[in-house]
């Protein structure tokens, strides 16, 4: 069909590229569930095999302290269940 997917490891690690900039713009001072981000992802680098590989770009943002989280909301893909909301680490890049 002609549609070419990533495999989750080359996804996963252009994925986290792409989300630094989208956070650094459209997040900037916004908080935002994993799922509006990851939306945002795939419009610029397309779906991943798996998209519970989504988890591992969020695990390496917040462990990399570029995000944090300290709240919860429903989320629309698990059927309002709560999810974390993140935002943004104040003056990341600023050092």
Do not use: C
């Not at 916004?30 to 991943?48: M, N, S, T």
């Not at 095999?49 to 570029?66: E, N, Q, Y």
């Amino acid at each position: 069909d002609g549609i070419e997917v990533m495999d989750n490891a080359a996804w996963a690690s252009v994925a986290y590229s792409a989300a630094r900039k989208i956070i650094a713009t459209k997040y900037r001072k916004r908080v935002f569930l994993a799922e509006h981000l990851y939306q945002d992802i795939v419009k610029k680098v397309g779906e991943p095999f798996d998209a519970r590989t989504m988890g591992r770009v969020i695990k390496a943002l917040s462990g990399d302290k570029l995000i944090y989280s300290n709240e919860y909301a429903p989320a629309r893909t698990s059927n309002g269940s709560g999810k974390k909301v993140w935002i943004k680490v104040p003056n990341w890049g600023k050092k």
